[in-house]
């Protein structure tokens, strides 16, 4: 079975920094490139960030972000742990969501998004 | 930035066929992607590749794209279809692109 784990989420005040993980299971982690997308209440889906396979490295290839986090979160990821990182800093008001990490149906991070993890919640509130 | 157009909301009787649109400049040129939400529940991947159904989604699941629209179509409509439904494509500019999405409902 294939299963996204997120953990990460919870209370932070504006200006503040929340970094999420989600850990990856019956799949061969490195070979896949993973996303993160989120969802503020009762909203859409908003694409946050991708990071697609390579070769070389353990620690992932491409990243790429929407505009609206560009400068602020860093997606990474490890491939020893099966694991993919955001780590967000000056949080805003309007970055609270639930962000949901998923996993592209190959290497390349504008692919389908096959499988979503359950989400975990970030409330940036004073 | 490069903007997916759903209709937000369509209505259809159980047992009818119900057609979800995603409009788009020259979306035909890009895959269209379809993800099913339930209420409380994850994204579920319907459709990708324009029209390609993954492994246990259901036959009356179907989708196409040509032009600037995309089009999601169930057949033989269930209520267990109702849910919100978002199209996604990918832009060489903005990246990965959502429609606003569109809420089903089975009456």
């Known amino acids: 079975e294939v299963y996204l784990v997120e953990s990460g989420g919870g209370l932070v005040q504006p200006g503040e920094s929340l970094r999420l993980s989600c850990t990856a299971s019956g799949f061969t982690f490195s070979s896949y490139a993973m996303t993160w997308v989120r969802q503020a209440p009762g909203m859409g889906l908003a694409w946050v960030s991708g990071i697609s396979v390579s070769h070389i490295s353990l620690s992932g290839g491409d990243t790429h972000y929407a505009d609206s986090v560009k400068g602020r979160f860093t997606i990474s990821r490890d491939n020893s742990k099966n694991t993919v990182y955001l780590q967000m800093s000056s949080l805003r008001a309007e970055d609270a969501a639930v962000y949901y990490c998923?996993?592209?149906?190959?290497?390349?991070?504008?692919?389908?998004?096959?499988?979503w993890g359950q989400g975990t919640t970030v409330t940036v509130s004073s | 930035s490069y903007d997916l157009t759903q209709p937000p909301s369509v209505s259809v009787s159980p047992g009818q066929t119900a057609s979800i649109t995603c409009s788009g400049d020259k979306l035909g040129d890009e895959y269209a992607y379809w993800y099913q939400q339930k209420s409380g529940q994850s994204p579920v991947l319907v459709i990708y590749?324009?029209?390609k159904r993954p492994s246990g989604i259901p036959e009356r699941f179907s989708g196409s794209n040509s032009g600037n629209t995309a089009t999601l179509t169930i057949s033989g409509t269930q209520p267990m279809d109702e849910a919100d439904y978002y199209c996604?494509?990918?832009?060489?500019?903005?990246?990965?692109?959502f429609g606003g999405g569109t809420k089903l409902t089975v009456l």
């Open positions: 590749e324009d029209t």
């Open positions: 996604q494509a990918w832009d060489r500019s903005t990246g990965v692109v």
């Open positions: 998923a996993k592209s149906s190959s290497s390349s991070w504008n692919a389908a998004f096959d499988i």
